[in-house]
């Protein structure tokens, strides 16, 4: 089972069988609807680079949940740890290489076209064998996106889709045609005037490229549920 929801912008929280994890946790979005710190407690919050609407309440979730640990990049996650005086509550690691989570769980940060001032942009996929999600963060269009295809098989990809800082609609497009996930899930637009890409262009790209996926298109505080 995988449950996606999705809080606006970059921010969701994802449950993978018994493991929840939130990425990117700007949950005061502009369009979240979620007032405050979300309830769910989770065992992990993935933070892809430092840019504010990723890091987001990052720090104040590890706050009130004292089980949840950060993962991030070294350099991001070593700032963290700073802030909350505790080396326990982070996990740093860097591109390319899995981390165990015990479980069969495991995540590993991908690279990002991006930019950031902690250490490296990055994505991630997370998950275990057969239920990987792959969270591309803050990215222009990459040919490692077929790696990650062809190496983790990811059930879900959530795409940035918006443009200006990121991919916008074609690049998300044929960037979902070389993940090959089963389903797709477009973010990072619709926050700011700027970031214009819309689900309809990103579909009619996918239909020019003849990309079978299923789009799943969130409202936010939207869930959607995958059981196969
Ligand atoms: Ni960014
Ligand atoms: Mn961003």
Redesign the pocket.
């Known amino acids: 089972m995988i449950k996606v929801k999705w809080f606006g912008h970059a921010a969701f929280q994802v449950s993978i069988d018994s493991k929840t994890f939130y990425v990117d946790p700007w949950i005061s979005n502009p369009l979240s609807p979620v007032k405050g710190l979300p309830e769910a407690e989770p065992d992990y919050i993935i933070v892809t ?1 430092d ?1 504010g ?2 890091l987001g309440e990052a720090i104040e979730m590890l706050k009130k949940f004292s089980k949840a640990k950060l993962i991030g990049i070294y350099e991001l996650a070593s700032y963290v740890a700073e802030v909350l005086q505790d080396q326990t509550r982070v996990i740093g690691a860097n591109i390319g290489g899995p981390i165990d989570l015990g479980e069969g769980y495991k995540a590993i940060l991908t690279p990002a076209f ?3 001032g902690r250490g490296a ?1 990055t994505g991630v996929v997370f998950g275990k064998p057969g239920k990987f999600v792959y969270h591309a963060g ?1 990215t222009g269009l990459h040919y490692e996106m077929k790696l990650i295809g062809d190496l983790y098989k990811p059930t879900v990809a959530l795409l940035p889709i918006g443009g200006h ?1 990121t991919m916008g609609p074609e690049e998300a497009a044929y960037a979902t045609s070389l993940i090959r996930p089963k389903y797709v899930i477009p973010m990072h637009y619709g926050t700011f005037p700027v970031i214009k890409g819309t689900p309809e262009e990103f579909k009619e790209h996918l239909r020019k490229l003849n990309v079978e996926v299923n789009v799943i298109v969130l409202k936010a505080g939207e869930e959607y549920v995958i059981t196969d």
Do not use: A, I, L, R
């Open positions: 680079h840019h609407d990723h991006h930019s950031s942009p803050d800082f």
